[in-house]
């Protein structure tokens, strides 16, 4: 089987390669310049930066489970990538999305290497019970959805071919009976 690249995956790696860096790079600024469980006003009613480190998945299910998330994420990034790969029905929907995810997984899964946890910082202002998130939760929220509507829609965003008319006149069938006569 010979696997064919196009521009459209050189795009989706070099995005995914600066949505890590904006992951990885928002974490160690917020955490830095915050420190740990300090709340602070981003925009008022809006967003609040809360900086925690957290050992486990969304809504801390999985705690202390590091080296089960890693292999799970790995497990997703492996079928993910085969999963890309081998697809033939690739359009603007699964190439976005595509970055999204592995933009996701990649940053949260640096930080469980390396950390032995996520860090976390953003914070809903109005709704302060739901968790504390990061870039790579928002990158997967985002990824999740768009893949979705790729699934539900797979050619919503194929080209369609263009119709090709040609007006042609006939002749009518008086002008034959008129010469006939």
């Known amino acids: 089987m010979k696997v064919k690249f196009t521009k459209y995956d050189l795009i989706v790696v070099i995005g995914l390669v600066l949505l890590v860096a904006i992951d990885l790079t928002t974490k160690t600024i917020f955490e830095g310049s915050f420190g740990l469980y300090n709340l602070v006003t ?10 925690i480190h957290n050992t486990g998945a969304s809504y801390g299910i999985f705690q202390n489970s590091r080296w089960l998330l890693v292999c799970v994420t790995l497990l997703f990034i492996i079928v993910f990538i085969v999963y890309y790969v081998l697809n033939k029905n690739k359009n603007p929907l699964f190439y976005i999305s595509s970055a999204l995810l592995m933009a996701g997984a990649i940053g949260n899964l640096m930080d ?12 809903f202002a109005f709704w302060t019970k739901f968790p504390v998130f990061n870039f790579a939760d928002v990158f997967i929220t985002f990824g ?3 893949f979705a509507i790729y699934i539900l829609f797979p050619n919503a965003f ?7 008319v040609i007006n ?7 002008d034959k009976e008129k010469g006939e006569k």
């Open 144 to 146: 999740v959805i768009i």
């Open 42 to 51: 981003a925009i008022p009613y809006l967003f609040n930066i809360f900086c």
């Open 158 to 164: 194929k080209k369609k071919p263009k119709k090709f």
């Open 112 to 123: 469980r290497l390396i950390f032995g946890y996520v860090r976390d910082f953003i914070q």
């Open 168 to 174: 042609v006149e006939l002749p009518q069938d008086d």
